[in-house]
């Protein structure tokens, strides 16, 4: 390391940062020249674009900063900065570290210090529209910038639990421990369509679904767009169809026909897209009205509603065989039996 690989300052960094590269140059070369020596050596690595006039006398460190933060490429720099923490995005496959290191590296560029200003231009920036007022309450509200960064942080990791639409998912049955499955295996009896079932662990993809707008009109898939593109979260209250990763196929209820073992509303797997594949998603504990809606996140206890017949998607201790447990749809939606829980397993989806 030499002061000959340090660059050159042209505006294009902070000069805070750029003169602690110098100094710690200096101190790893074992430097033991007075400040106005290094200052002078320190000159001649500052383009001429910035520092040409010779007359100029510098000699300590702090006017060296004044002198660079006086050039216009400075109040350039910050501008930029600004305008880059502006165009800060954060989405669901950002890294929450990375993106902090980030957004604290900007407002320091840009020389943003103020508390008050800090919190306006992080609120600018972050996706808390899609969340109710008490997320970003929390990071309005904070006394210090530590408080506000934890804050942050803990909206971040929340925004990525959220359950969205082509988010791959499973469910598990909180009463049973078992995952919503599905095979190419048909029943013999009833609707003669293909089974829906529990099972104690993930295997392959029959485990996993794909979350998906509903059913529209018969016939018609379910399409992405408004506000439910690929990406946007899902909301208590929203109707879903959950497509089977294994099968291709929706998860299905309607009156006609009953479960092989207890009876209740069958709970099947169907190929032709129908207004009986779409289930209401609805907080276990509360129930979140039209004006007060927010995101399913993964850590909530959920129940499908099923939306034509307004039954709870079920399952309980019934074997369909040594295996496969039942799944069916119960009239009282608020039973252990009806508890569900998400795991997002990916939000990288195919145009299924």
Known sequence: MSFLSLPE????????????????????????????ELVNLALLKISRSIYNDKNIQISKFS???????????????????EQKL???????????????????????????????????????????????????LKIAESLTINDVFINL????????????????????????????????????????????????????????????PEVLQRYIPPEYGSDKEKGSPVYYGDQITLMNNGTGQKLHSHLEFESPITSQQEVICYT????????????????????NKEPWNECHDIFLLHSNTNLGLNSHNYMLNDTYQEVACFGDKKVNTTKWRADILDDFVSNK
């Open 86 to 136: 502006l165009a800060l995005r954060f989405t669901y496959l950002t890294h929450v570290q990375d993106f902090t290191i980030e957004l604290r590296q900007l407002l320091s560029d840009a020389e943003i210090f103020d508390l008050r200003l800090q919190k306006q231009f992080i609120l600018k920036i972050l996706p808390t529209k899609l969340f109710p007022d008490a997320y970003s």
């Open 63 to 81: 006017q060296l900063i004044e002198l660079l933060k006086a050039d216009p490429s400075f109040k350039i720099f910050k501008i930029n900065s």
């Open 272 to 291: 032709l897209n129908d207004c009986n594949d779409n289930w209401n998603v609805q907080h276990y504990i509360y129930n979140v009205d039209f004006k």
């Open 153 to 212: 942080n803990n909206f971040l990791l929340q925004y990525k639990r959220v359950v969205k639409y082509g988010s791959v998912i499973t469910l598990r049955h909180i009463d049973t421990g078992k995952l919503l499955s599905s095979s190419v295996e048909i029943y013999t009896g009833g609707s003669k369509q293909y089974w829906a079932y529990a099972v104690d662990r993930r295997a392959t993809d029959y485990e996993s679904w794909t979350v998906m």
């Open 9 to 36: 300052y042209n505006g294009s960094c902070h000069p805070d940062d750029w003169l602690r590269n110098f100094k710690f140059v200096a101190a790893f070369l074992g430097r033991t020249a007075s400040e106005s």
